[in-house]
């Protein structure tokens, strides 16, 4: 069972560079979510998923875009990588409302922009 | 809008100790739902525990335990005889109940248990 796998783990980018997080979980699961983690301060919700075709904001989206083009697949998306986008990034999924469960995490993202 | 707050930055421990982390939350919602996440050195997030509004019984498993208390809305993490594996960083999260991946989670506290 691979779960949440996300790619790739580790990732140095230049100011002003693009590129895309990948999310694929193997679980049919309805929803999926993004997060960063950054020192002291948790983990915050980017965008969100509850299923394919369906995103909305979470509570820091700036700088972010995502899609849902299939259950499997949640890309994260940044547009112009800034220095204040240096994180860790972890995508979840979980079952739909009707099985409300924990959300299971991938592996996480460690991005620094340079 | 809903907050979660863990007033312990970081608790340091020597081994066989008991030692509680205090998680605090702020929701609207009568439904809800609370977990706490162990992140190890490694740095996954591995889930510990879930738990509904409506259920204020408290959880046991081995070591762990969990008090939630609606009253304060307080859901507490103790560990008893704390070992050095339990070193980690800890999470409390919130959902609301309709859409379960929108977690709101507290700062985290770093436990350092000392052998």
Known sequence: NAGVTQTPKFQVLKTGQSMTLQCAQDMNHEYMSWYRQDPGMGLRLIHYSVGAGITDQGEVPNGYNVSRSTTEDFPLRLLSAAPSQTSVYFCASSPGTAMNTEAFFGQGTRLTVV | AQK?????????????????????????????????????????????????????????????????????????????????VDSAVYFCALSEARYGNKLVFGAGTILRVKS
Do not use: H, M
């Open chain 2, 4 to 84: 979660v707050t863990q007033a312990q930055t970081e608790i340091s421990v020597v081994e066989k100790e008991d030692v509680t982390l205090d998680c605090v939350y702020e929701t609207r919602d009568t439904t809800y739902y609370l977990f706490w996440y162990k992140q190890p050195p490694s740095g996954e997030l591995v889930f510990l525990i879930r738990r509904n509004s409506f259920d204020e019984q408290n959880e046991i498993s081995g070591r762990y335990s969990w008090n939630f208390q609606k009253s304060t809305s307080s859901f507490n993490f103790t560990i008893t005889a704390s070992q050095v």
